[in-house]
């Protein structure tokens, strides 16, 4: 079988305040999932994430990284491996100027100074912001600030990136950006962990969703099943994407046959309807 | 001058903006500044769009602070004048700073100064004294040409020191001047704190700017009290603020491997042998010249 | 909870009175940095050293704090930037000039002085290579002044007012508003020595500095007090909490 | 003819670097009308808001509020009247308890005490948080704090209201709160004007839409309007609503009949399914 490159087994973490903020967490992550993570505000989601990347440490419970159980002495590790791309970048920028900014992991990590500056320069390449090195954060657009974010993990080469809301407040042609990154990386075989509240993209974009719900997972499975699931999907505020929507309409309409083909864009409904639209009217 | 910091940041971003779909850089930053805010605030905004950036940071920061000291150790008000030329033509000529911008930032001391010198110039006896006098009921307020002469030298001597320190300021970002202080061996420590520092200085701006936002348009400086209630108010929401963002970073640096050790990556830049000896000659020209003529300031 | 609430109550006083302190030592901006080449040569090296001790001082305790606690680099990162920020802000008068607050009073009250003057000396060379106040020769006279002096008469008075059962934001105004009183003395005092009067040496000299300055100065620490009050006010219905956070601040000073 | 509550009359402004932020903007706006205001970040939008309710100056050009010329000595008016909920809610807070917050507005009006304390109260009822009242707002979720941020502006009796992307972060609960507190203000002919990255949205819930780009207002219409004109979406890097591509593909493919229905949401289409689905086959 398949081991996991993530495996977290009930994993417990509560703040000082005495709420659970996670309550009983396990689950196993496979090398090049792409992951949405999809709660409320407050269901766990950011919780679970940096103790993923090892920053916070869970009262009990464990996590293995590629088979390696993660103690006090090897948590490195995880830092090094699991890398997150803040909510907000402005705090999570904390150099001075976009090239010390990318170079802060890479430094962090002990390289040698010509490998530093060589990730930096790859990594802003990836990112298309070669230009911006010499630049403070500071004079940067929110969409600028974001692709430095994304460029300080792809600096660090972590195997499992996760994004905290990446899309809120971007504007749309960020937004395309950060879809065509996503895209990217996904080719390259990188893990994804995506929290999110745009269902759409969540349905669009995952092959596996979970859902998060007062610090527990409550649903694990593909986008489809979860989104069918109107339990849930009642349980954890969710609507339903309009795809999903639209396609189970127009079959209960018997506009289309039910080829279970789910398309999750417009675009990919267009190329249904081209080949399979039926042509039997109905009374 | 406190919004005008923050309001350059918006102005250099919506200047990207433009920029971003476009993608020609750079020359946009070079706009003729308009007069409206050009305050000081605006030094950070200037040292990058410097075309004297690229220069060595290190010569440049050490031909400054010789220059300076220079002024004030040789206190000759020729010496004061030619280095008040000689730095307007680096920062203006060379930088290509607009001239406007240039004489506004060497005016933000201009309150200090004329009230500092007329301080020292003028003096006050029970008796008649000095070259000009004046009875202002109790006794005396006197001056005298020396005295003017003195007043006048100081002004050259200060506004030469000012310039020396700004023609760095106005060429140099704050992130490169701390780089070079850190290979002066300034305690590290310290070197954390100015970085760390700078940076979260534009992210308070950005958080003062509007919450200032939030509470003009509700009115909130409608009056002297109301504005005092207001400021007060904002202050404190910014310190909270303030701290949440202090635990905020602390994680996402962890996040990247922090473990204490607050290093960044600076790139070096070449010392140019040209710059080297002119500076190396202009320094030598002012102490001949301070030899060559018998004034003291 | 409670418990914890008064230890981050704690620590956000500190936080922000380490930041109040930061900022108290820049303020006087605009009207009482001693210019770039005011001083002659001996003057500035004098100030200087007469700072160091504190200097050290406040170097030690801030290391102190942060062994112990390392997260308390980006507080106090952020108190600095704080005092920046709130200094140069033009703070509201009725005259419509642009004053600045020193912010020395709230942040010797929050924090206490002896870490305050690390601090205050960034933020003075902020303000010089930032804002063009003050300057790099003359940093070790506005260093004692602003970082120094006042942050330690401001926080002997809140003391002070606190012992004797002075109303308490009463306490925080005298505190803040002699604070910057004194800082403006202390500068009059340094630029006299550098230019004693002809016919009565530094004595007469202090004079004439206190008059000429005291238009601006006098309403401004009347402003500062009022100010810090307000400020205070607010922090006191957060600290609750979030001023917890100052706590690993204040571990240092104390 | 009706007159519009505000006018805005070849508006210019400009910081300091020399760009223009807005670049001759004239625009009418009636009252009641509901207004999405689209564009990337950096277009303008926000200079426009902030010139609208008066806190900047513009260059040139002036500005209308029912019929009266703006200047310096009624600028109040706009305060007054013209309401501003900011993007990020934690840097729009300024009061220590939300109390004191919602009260700023009206206490600066110069307001009896007794009629503040009773537009807070009827501001924290309306918007559900009552509760909340002595609690300082920086204790609260995200969700409660945009609650708060509106309830400044109801407590203000704003005639025209603006969000600025109000959207961007919402969870799907808050999100929905969000939408009925719009529906509430808009049965009560509230004027509103939002500022959204959302074009599903703003295809849902505007009449209106506006288009900045670079400092300009480049297309105002209806959304259908707007989100039909290839152009302007190009030029303005915008995506189509998903409903309408559905329903164009629909059309196009002749299951629906073309009745210019337009549906905006799922459940429209449903319904318009239900009613007009054709039963007549094709070749």
Known sequence: MREPILKFSNLYYRYGNGNPALDGISVDIYQGEKIAVIGSNGSGKSTFFLNANGVLKADHGEISYQGTIINKKNVRELRKNIGIVFQDADNQIIASTVMAEVGFGPMNLKL???????????????????????????????????????????????????????????????????????????????????????????????????????????????????????????????????????????????????????????????????????????? | MENSLAKWISFFRAGNKGEDQKTHRQEKHHHRIGHKHGEGSAIDFYAYASKIRHWNPTFKVIFSLITLLLVILLNNPLVSLV?????????????????????????????????????????????????????????????????????????????????????????????????????????????ELMNLIYRYIFILLDVFNNMRNSADSRQGYGDFKTSCYTFGSVASNMLVVSLKKANAYYTAMEARGYEGDLIFLEEEKKMAVSHLIIGAAFIIFLILLRIMTPWEG | MNKSMNIREKRFVAIAAAIALVFGLTPVANAMHIMEGYLPAGFCIAWGAICIPFLIAGYMSIRKTLKENPKTITLLAMAGAYVFVLSSLKIPSVTGSCSHMTGTGLGAILFGPTAVSILGIIVLIFQAILLAHGGLTTLGANTFSMAIAGPFVTYGIFVLCKKIKVNKHLGVFLAAAIGDLFTYCVTAFQLAM???????????SVVKFLLVFAPTQLPLAIIEGILTVVIIIGLETYASSELAELGYLAGGVK
Do not use: C
Not at chain 1, 196 to 207: G, I, K, M, S
């Open chain 1, 112 to 283: 040698p100074k010509a490998e530093v500056i060589q990730r930096v320069d790859e990594a802003l390449t990836y990112m298309n912001i070669l230009d911006f090195k010499d630049r403070p954060p500071h004079y940067l657009s929110g969409g600028e600030k974001k692709r430095v974010t994304i460029a300080d993990v792809i600096a660090m080469k972590s195997e499992v990136i996760i994004f905290d809301e990446p899309t809120a407040a971007l504007d749309p042609l960020n937004a395309q950006m950060l879809e065509e990154v996503l895209g990217k990386l996904g080719a390259e075989g990188k893990t994804m962990l995506i929290s999110t509240h745009d269902v759409d993209f969540a349905y669009r974009w995952a092959e596996r969703a979970m859902v998060f719900n007062q610090g527990k997972i409550i649903a694990d499975g593909t986008p489809l099943e979860i989104f069918q699931n109107r339990e849930i999907l009642e349980q954890a505020n969710l609507k339903r994407p309009v795809m999903l929507d639209v396609y189970e309409m127009l079959i209960e309409k018997e506009m289309v046959e039910n080829t279970n083909a789910y398309p999750t864009t417009p675009q990919a409904l267009r190329d249904l309807l081209v080949n399979t639209a039926l042509s039997a009217g109905k009374a």
């Open chain 2, 83 to 191: 280095v008040i030329i000689s730095m307007a033509y680096l920062t203006v000529i060379k930088g290509g700073l607009p001239l406007g911008a240039y004489i506004s930032v060497l005016m933000i001391p201009i309150t200090f100064i004329i009230l500092g010198t007329i301080a020292i110039g003028i003096d006050f006896s029970s008796l008649p004294m000095g070259q000009f006098n004046l009875f202002i009921g109790f006794g005396y307020v006197f001056t005298s040409a020396d005295k003017l002469q003195e007043m006048a030298f100081l002004m050259l001597k200060v506004f030469g020191a000012i310039s020396a320190m700004i023609m760095m300021t106005l060429s140099t970002p704050s992130s490169e001047i701390i780089g070079v202080l850190r290979k002066a061996h300034v305690p590290k420590l310290i070197i």
């Open chain 3, 194 to 204: 550098a230019y004693p009067s002809e016919s009565g040496g530094v004595g007469v």
